[in-house]
């Protein structure tokens, strides 16, 4: 089932620039993961901020056409954007924890709406951190501040944090391109794990990862999107030129 | 350029930045000698906890004491949450626009006018057509006014120094800008501001021009009870008996010994903040 | 487009095949020519070269699993390279079928009957193998796809040389040696007919390099009669 789909989507960052992504229309499944891969600057990392409308915050942004979440478009008039936030959250390139303790920050998102009781909290703040494959590591040293985990494992830190709040789409952009080989592998398995219960958009500039970890592909070119399908058929009998020369490392 | 040369031309670099470095430890130095030289002898138990008596020549420096913190609290009460508010508008909500521009200008010019001509400002503004009259509130207000543009552009510069990574987090876990502001912005600005505020709080306290006409006093009976009092302050103090007293000899070694008292306060009160900021940046 | 290690790297696959594919060419015609003309030592030549043709074939197929350890191809790269692995094993098939003929050209002690068909059958799949080869030279699909309506004048070629022998049969009932031979020819027809089958299968993996659909020779032959 369709959880997430573009129709027409384009994006301009301003009135002379050429427009950063022209018409793309693509269907997310529930419950799957798909990678966006092309070239540096086709457009893939201003795709996925403007399903969670974080190119609001870029002056002079102009988003054109519609993005469904379960049917509603995202960007019609009276939409909530913070509630919108909620459901489709995001995991960064660099992983980047608040300055404050472990706890503190898996807990900053469910804390937002207020009303939460303390032990309700801490539930949250166990069962994120379990989801995220970083509960052991962590479960005696939850009041120390995030800044004291290694690389690999703030993103981990900063994956819980994004679950936290129960979103039904996570986005992520690039999320180990700052990490090593060892964390790198862990994240992925993770990933694999959450298509279970959350649906997985992810921008990857590697394109092994996107064919170990993701179900399917969509292939981004200077704004457009050239290709979208099966990972499988995609790796190995591609429809269009561009994507092979691109998967097979030939240009890009 | 020969191994020779090269050896040589960064010798003589390091020993002119030292030098430079020697001579501008040398005159802090001569300075503080030459004070201490002076007021210490006038520094007593006595000296700091005594109301003067006697046209300045016995007693001590208490009145002007209690006044200077008095003054910083009423200019800094004004002048922390005005600054603070201008510096959250400017890095967090101002855009690139004419009004931005004009009001980053207006803060920046307010920082060249001269003490003296702030004075006049603050008579003519706060006692004289706001009728406050010469007091703690207007010549503590003419003070916030002389600390504004220092205390906007250090909070500004923390809130700017905070990562953008921390907004888009927050942001993407569902939280309104005031809410980032607030929860994640300005306690991760909060060791740069509490910075700010030390150095306005140090230039604040040893102020003189912009006090004189607005409230301060060369001779006050008793501590200023209320926001309408006058005031003694320690940096008019200081000129006071350097100019105007009326046994020279008697006083001079007072008004050095009100000058340490008044760089010991000053410092004191730094201390504490940058304890303060390292116990909080600790956490 | 830049020409990556992986071009270069397929390209000396490509050209080891074919070469393999001319190994076994030769050794098909070799083989053919000992059996019409009983000449016993073109017959060990075949036999021996054989191992040749295996030694060849396995460093094929070990170039290519280090490849793809290496590079983990995709597309087009993993393509070709499991065609060139497969390739290789039909082209090892040939070679042996090949061998299989030469050795029964060695264990016939007397003259055969003429069997008319059993030369051009023998060039007819000598043709779809160099066909073959130079539709992957070429990276013709379309050329390629033609290998196998050929493999239909196999089978009919086969049931020339089966009712050729029949007939021979026949005539040789009361001499018993040439009796034998001419059923021992029998089985030559069939190891033809096989490697023109494995000739179809080498056609099968071209075509799937190229376009990537996996097409089935049964597709563009003329139907079987039930």
């Known amino acids: ?252 | 350029m020969s191994r020779r040369t090269r050896a040589l031309l960064d010798l003589t670099a390091t020993g002119v930045l030292w030098l430079c470095m020697a001579f501008a430890a040398l005159t802090l130095g001569s300075i503080l000698l030459f004070l201490v030289s002076r007021g210490a002898g006038a520094l007593s138990w006595e000296f700091i906890s005594e109301p003067p008596r006697d046209g300045m020549t016995e007693g001590g420096i208490l009145t002007p004491i209690v006044g200077t913190v008095q003054l910083i609290l009423v200019s800094m009460g004004f002048a922390f949450p005005v600054s603070l508010a201008t510096a959250v508008y400017l890095s967090e909500y101002a855009g690139s626009g004419r009004v931005t521009r004009v009001i980053r200008l207006a803060v920046r010019s307010l920082a060249s006018v001269p003490s003296v001509v702030l004075g006049l400002f603050g008579f003519a503004f706060f006692c004289a057509f706001l009728r406050f009259g010469a007091c703690l509130l207007s010549a503590g207000l003419t003070l916030g006014c002389l600390a504004l543009p220092t205390l906007v552009a250090a909070s500004e510069a923390a809130l700017r120094d905070v990562p953008q990574d921390y907004r888009d987090a927050s942001y993407a876990l569902g939280a309104t800008r005031w809410q980032t502001i607030r929860k994640v912005v300005l306690p991760a600005a909060f060791p740069g501001i509490i910075t700010g505020l030390i150095l306005s709080i140090g230039r604040v306290g040893g102020e003189t021009a912009p006090i004189i006409f607005t409230g301060a006093v060369f001779f006050a009976p008793g501590f200023a009870r209320s926001l309408f009092d006058s005031v003694m302050a320690l940096p008019y103090h200081v000129y006071v008996l350097a100019t105007a007293g009326t046994r020279i000899e008697k006083t001079v070694p007072m008004q050095y010994g009100a000058i340490l008292v008044l760089l010991a306060l000053v410092l004191g009160i730094s201390m504490t903040g940058i304890v303060a900021r390292a116990r909080l940046r600790r956490k | 487009m830049i020409e990556t290690h992986m071009d270069r790297e397929l390209e000396s696959l490509f050209s080891g095949t074919y070469e393999l594919g001319g190994l076994c060419e030769r050794a098909l015609v070799d083989a053919v020519r000992a059996l019409s003309q009983r000449d016993k030592k073109l017959a060990r030549d075949v036999i021996i070269g054989d191992d040749k043709i295996d030694e060849l074939a396995r460093e094929i197929n070990i170039t290519s699993f280090q490849l793809i350890a290496r590079y983990q191809p995709v597309a087009f790269d993993l393509r070709s390279l499991e065609a060139v692995i497969r390739m290789a094993l039909d082209l090892e098939r040939i070679a042996d079928l090949a061998a299989s003929l030469a050795r029964t050209a060695l264990q016939l002690e007397v003259p055969l009957p003429p069997i008319p068909s059993l030369r051009p059958m023998g060039e007819r799949a000598v043709e779809m193998l160099n066909l073959a080869m130079s539709s992957l030279a070429e990276r013709d699909a379309e050329k390629a796809a033609r290998v196998f309506a050929m493999d239909d004048a196999m089978d009919d070629y086969e049931d020339s040389v089966v009712a050729e022998l029949m007939n021979a049969a026949m005539d040789t009932r009361e001499d018993g040696a040439r009796f034998a031979g001419t059923n021992r020819l029998i089985t030559v027809a069939r190891i033809l007919e096989r490697a023109g089958d494995h000739v179809t299968n080498i056609a099968e993996h071209i075509c799937y390099m190229i376009t990537g659909v996996r097409v089935k020779a049964s597709a563009y032959r003329r139907p079987k009669p039930e």
């Not at chain 1, 399903?51 to 870029?58: A, E, I, S, T």
């Not at chain 1, 913070?82 to 503190?104: A, C, D, H, W, Y």
């Not at chain 1, 993701?214 to 009998?237: C, H, Q, V």
């Open chain 1, 1 to 252: 089932m369709t959880i997430l789909r573009t129709l027409g989507l384009s994006l301009s960052y301003s009135k002379n620039a050429p427009p950063a992504l022209r018409q793309i229309s693509l269907d997310i499944e529930e419950r799957s993961v798909t990678a966006l891969i092309g070239p540096s600057g086709c457009g893939k990392s201003s795709f996925l901020r403007c399903l969670n409308r974080m190119n609001d915050f870029v002056r002079g942004a102009r988003v054109e056409g519609r993005v469904l979440l379960d049917g509603e478009d995202i960007y019609a008039p009276n939409v909530d954007v913070t509630n919108l936030r909620r459901r489709v959250g995001m995991v960064f390139q660099r992983p980047n924890p608040f300055p404050f303790s472990i706890r503190e920050n898996v807990a900053y998102g469910p804390k937002l709406p207020g009303g939460k009781s303390r032990a309700a909290l801490e539930e949250v703040v166990e069962r994120s951190l379990r989801a995220a494959a970083i509960w052991d590591e962590v479960k005696d040293r939850l009041d120390e501040p995030a800044a004291s985990l290694s690389g690999g494992q703030q993103q981990r830190l900063c994956i819980a944090r994004a679950i936290a709040v129960e979103p039904e789409v996570l986005l992520m952009d690039e999320p180990t391109s700052a990490l090593d080989p060892m964390a790198t592998a862990r994240v992925e398995e993770l990933v694999r794990e959450l298509k279970k219960d959350y649906t997985v958009v992810i921008v990857t500039h590697n394109m092994q990862q996107a064919a170990r970890v993701s179900d399917s592909t969509a292939f981004f070119l200077t704004g457009e999107l050239i290709e979208a399908g099966d990972t499988d058929k995609i790796f190995t009998t591609p429809s269009d030129k561009r994507t092979e020369g691109y998967i097979t490392g030939r240009f890009g």
